[in-house]
């Protein structure tokens, strides 16, 4: 049996991140939905990181996890001076629209 797939009509690019005290991480699914109206979701990436021992802030280790998506972008004109250049480079990569943040109680 051949596996014949039909056109691909929408696609959508989910990321969600998140952060404790003990680590970061970030996931990354693709949602398309095809012209005979079925809906396929896959995991595309998958990534997580230990916090390092220095003490830093869950905020700080969300922006880390964020730029570490975005880095699997193809890469862009970024921010040059260091101070802020992660948040640079988050916002030379996304939209505003594209960017949401759900507290934590709310998680």
Avoid: C
């Amino acid at each position: 049996m051949r596996n014949v797939e039909s056109t691909i009509v929408e696609g959508q690019l989910y990321v969600f991140i998140d952060a404790s005290h003990e680590a970061y991480s970030t996931a990354i699914f693709v949602r398309m939905e095809r012209a005979d109206g079925s809906t396929h979701v896959a995991l595309t990436t998958a990534r997580s990181r230990v916090a390092p021992l220095k003490a830093t802030s869950i905020l700080r280790l969300e922006l880390q996890a964020a730029l570490g998506a975005q880095q699997k972008e193809p890469k862009r004109n970024t921010t040059s001076n260091s101070q802020g250049k992660s948040i640079g480079q988050i916002h030379v990569l996304t939209s505003v629209a594209d960017r949401s943040r759900v507290p934590s109680r709310r998680r």
